[in-house]
């Protein structure tokens, strides 16, 4: 059965350098999340993407964060300059099409640890 | 803005015996949806139950099915004759039919399930 895969699973990073999180949604998938869950807190919405743009962002998505589908299968979150506060497990999540019968799926997450 | 609540950060059920799960969510909105997702430990989120808020009739899947109680904006999930495969972290998320496709979720609560 397809899968969301991200990678990597878990990334260090100093504070101040930029990271890139991977993604590779289901192949026949149109839309595309990414969502993240700071430790003992809520699973928080960040964005998503439609026909390469943005279809919604949330207040967390700053001009700190961009995404971007570089090719056909990658759908890429980056973070600029990371902070302490950045530090999360982040969710990446695709779907066939809008609407309720158009469940999202979710990768196992990029667990992010900023130093 | 939209919120979701789950009361219960941990309910612990005994195998074959049926385990109930509130949830509740805060909207202005009339046309909306309403899912459960499961979170096995170290894997991804999937997708238990759904409901639409415009049908009155309460979903089920199998084992599981939920109360929808509109006017009281409460969700709840029952999961019955419990399994040792149950055991994983619940989360309700609510969602705007609307352009984002955001799901906003709620705390999460863990299931533990004692054979």
């Known amino acids: 059965e397809p899968e969301v895969t991200q990678t990597p699973s878990h990334q260090v990073t100093q504070m101040g350098q930029e990271v890139i999180l991977r993604c590779v949604p289901i192949?026949?998938?149109?839309?595309f999340y990414w969502y993240r869950q700071i430790l003992g807190q809520k699973v928080e919405f960040l964005v998503s993407?439609?026909?390469?743009?943005?279809?919604?962002k949330s207040e967390i998505f700053d001009d700190q964060f961009s995404v971007e589908r570089p090719d056909g299968s990658n759908f890429t979150l980056k973070i600029r300059s990371t902070k302490l506060e950045d530090s999360a497990m982040y969710f990446c999540?695709?779907?066939?099409?809008?609407?309720?019968?158009?469940?999202?799926?979710f990768g196992p997450g990029t667990r992010l640890t900023v130093l | 803005a939209q919120t979701v609540t789950q009361s219960q950060p941990e309910m612990s059920v005994q195998e074959a015996e049926t385990v109930t799960l509130s949830c509740t969510y805060d909207t202005s909105e009339s046309d909306y949806y309403l899912f459960w997702y499961k979170q096995p430990p170290s894997r991804q989120m999937i997708l238990v139950i759904r409901?639409?808020?415009?049908?009155?009739q309460n979903a089920t899947e199998n084992r599981f099915s939920v109360n929808f109680q509109k006017a009281a904006k409460s969700f709840s999930l029952k999961i019955s004759d419990s399994q040792l495969g149950d055991a994983a972290m619940y989360f309700c998320a609510y969602e705007v039919n609307a352009a984002g496709n955001k799901l906003t979720f709620g705390g999460g609560t863990r299931v533990l399930v004692k054979p």
């Open positions: 409901q639409e808020a415009y049908k009155q």
């Open positions: 993407f439609y026909n390469n743009e943005i279809s919604e």
């Open positions: 999540a695709s779907s066939r099409d809008r609407g309720f019968y158009n469940e999202q799926f």
């Open positions: 192949s026949n998938h149109l839309y």
